[in-house]
């Protein structure tokens, strides 16, 4: 459809030319705005926008119903009834959808679904681009090289069904990734955040953390492979966490074929995970890491169903003080587990109640190491949820309370549950950027944990 054509136009349209049983329609606008730099200076800068239309089309037989679902970018109105067309012989060929249900009634509509989508533009780094330059300015004259990049989106998404459904949500997500090189490339440091419109972002205080760390790494020491206590920052923290999440489906548990399996059968729900009073979160309104307060999703598997579009969410508890709480369920696997409805939300939480900073952290060190991020992590077994991994761009060596150099990278093998209940302290909890999922969930707040006995399973040669 033309961009004159608003997008609950298009839902309203698409919902008028259904003749399925049940119809569901999500349209999306993105918007997004960049920066780009390398050795001090600005390379590239540019916005883009797109929109995506989703028809979900639902079939009632006698075995059963199915659901088909068709997404197109670019949808002319020429394409908009084919598209709905194409979903509802997609539903007709497929079988019945095992995790049918009857779509979501009920809800209030958003007041501002007839609304245009909102949108971001340049403008959003007015602030922080001049603070970059500075400090491009300020590295060049220390003899230090910035890389790296600032991205923002705003998502409108507009969700339309045939059963009077109208809910609307915009998404801001912003995250920037600087790199900071020695001019001989041998030494590197990394840092990330992430932000909703570049307000709270401070390029001049990450350039100064990271030409502290440049300077740590001017000492070089080789150490073997073994288990270390070692400070995960919380960014690290964050990327096994969210795979931690993304591996917390309720029926998959209960069959048997997770961390989360109960011996003999059943799930953990109920157990104790760590000694330390950890709750992990997800909220729609948490504060920063505001996302979509409803199920919003195009495709069906463990842990979402197209029929659930529309239904509410708000805080869960995964786990609290320690205890597993919660499994992801849609309504389809809450009643085959027998467990509350527990939607996956798009933000997590850790917080154990700890108020140290990782620096303060650090100071309370005898011997241990200090990490700057993970990356490329890989599942090796999912009954243990064992991963495997590299570190990047800086591990110290801790004496006595204070960084004494850089070490070498290492491949690790660990499980984030494993670590959760080896862990020995959590410091305050605050916003990051995982480094590894980062180009798929952003919204996270973790704390810094320290675990006596992180297994660094092989020296790697990874920078």
Known sequence: MSRRNKPHEIVERALELSRADGCVVIASEESTANLRWAGNALTTNGVTRGRTLTVIATVDGAEGTASGVVSRSAVSAAELEPLVRAAEDAARQAGPAEDARPLVTGVPGSADFTEGPAETSSAVFDAFAPALGESFARARAEGRELYGFAHHEVSSHYLGTSTGLRLRHDQPTGTLELNAKSPDRLRSAWAGRSTRDFRDVDPLTLDA?????????????????????????????ADLLIYQQWSAAARDAAEGRTVFSKPGGGTRIGEKLSRLPLTLSSDPAAEGLE???????????DDASVFD?????????????????????????AALTDLPVAPFVDNLILDGGGTRSLDEMVAATERGLLLTCLWYIREVDPASLLLTGLTRDGVYLVEHGEVVGEVNNFRFNES??????????????ERTLPREWGDYFTRAATPALR??????SSVSQGV
């Open 209 to 237: 953390d990271l030409a502290r760390r440049l300077s740590w790494a001017e000492r070089r020491i080789e150490l073997p492979a073994g288990r270390y206590e070692t400070l995960l920052p919380p960014t690290a923290v």
């Open 451 to 456: 675990v006596p006995d992180f297994n660094m």
């Open 291 to 301: 996302c979509a307060p409803f199920v919003l999703t195009a495709s069906s598997g």
């Open 309 to 333: 579009n529309g239904l509410p969410l708000g805080r869960t508890d995964w786990i609290r003080d320690g205890v597993l709480e919660h499994l992801v369920t849609t309504r389809h696997s």
């Open 416 to 429: 984030p549950v494993s670590l959760l209940s080896r862990a020995t302290e959590a410091g305050r909890t």
